[in-house]
T-cell receptor, first 115, second 114 residues
């Protein structure tokens, strides 16, 4: 089954404790992206990647890191989480090469709480 | 920067009525416009999309219209049912670094009352 898999689904952590949210897709998509969703603010892009070893900042990258060492994986790293990073996070992927437009497939989401 | 505005932010209708959600975009080069439905606690899922070479697309009770001149597009849901209750997001493609990426609207919370 074609899918985007995120883990964990729920995470409660303390301020300053490094964490990683994993994202993996099995559709051989070039494009992957991370979003955070907060009430009234919709989906805001954190980072995205056009292909292996190619990443770029989205609209709200501060406090986050990503890596794209393999085509299928795109982990989101919070080196020193703070309470304002409490949010619902979604990973998405797409076959979106030059000149092409396709819809995104989203992962199930990760609800992160930083206390 | 490029943005997508979506209205209304909340919409309440009676079962059987129609619902319309409108979006405007700023990049005249945008050529792909998907709509996503997000049920409570679940992921956004693509429900319909339209490309700039057509003005309207329909799929059962759902239709999307596009006015390229005015740079706006709309989602129309007819004969609404309680299971249509969800948050709906519109999006428009923009060209970034030679690739197309999506910019999302802020979402519309639709409530369909029995």
């Amino acid at each position: 089954e074609a899918q985007v898999t995120q883990n964990p689904r729920y995470l409660i952590t303390v301020t300053g404790k490094k964490l990683t949210v994993t994202c993996s897709q099995n559709m051989n998509h070039e494009y992957m992206s991370w979003y955070r969703q907060d009430p009234g603010l919709g989906l805001r892009q954190i980072y995205y990647s056009m292909n292996v070893e190619v990443t770029d900042k989205g609209d709200v990258p501060e406090g986050y890191k990503v890596s794209r060492k393999e085509k299928r994986n795109f982990p989101l790293i919070l080196e020193s989480p703070s309470p304002n990073q409490t949010s619902l996070y979604f990973c998405a992927s797409s076959s979106m090469g030059r000149g092409a437009n396709y819809g995104y497939t989203f992962g199930s989401g990760t609800r992160l709480t930083v206390v | 920067g490029e943005n997508v505005e979506q209205h209304p932010s909340t919409l309440s209708v009676q079962e059987g009525d129609s619902a319309v959600i409108k979006c405007t975009y700023s990049d005249s080069a945008s050529n792909y416009f998907p709509w996503y439905k997000q049920e409570l606690g679940k992921r956004p899922q693509l429900i319909i999309d339209i490309r700039s070479n057509v003005g309207e697309k329909k799929d059962q009770r759902i239709a999307v219209t596009l006015n390229k001149t005015a740079k706006h597009f709309s989602l129309h849901i007819t004969e609404t049912q309680p299971e249509d209750s969800a948050v709906y997001f519109c999006a428009a493609s923009i060209l970034s670094g030679g690739y197309n990426k999506l910019i999302f609207g802020a979402g519309t919370r639709l409530a369909v009352h029995p």
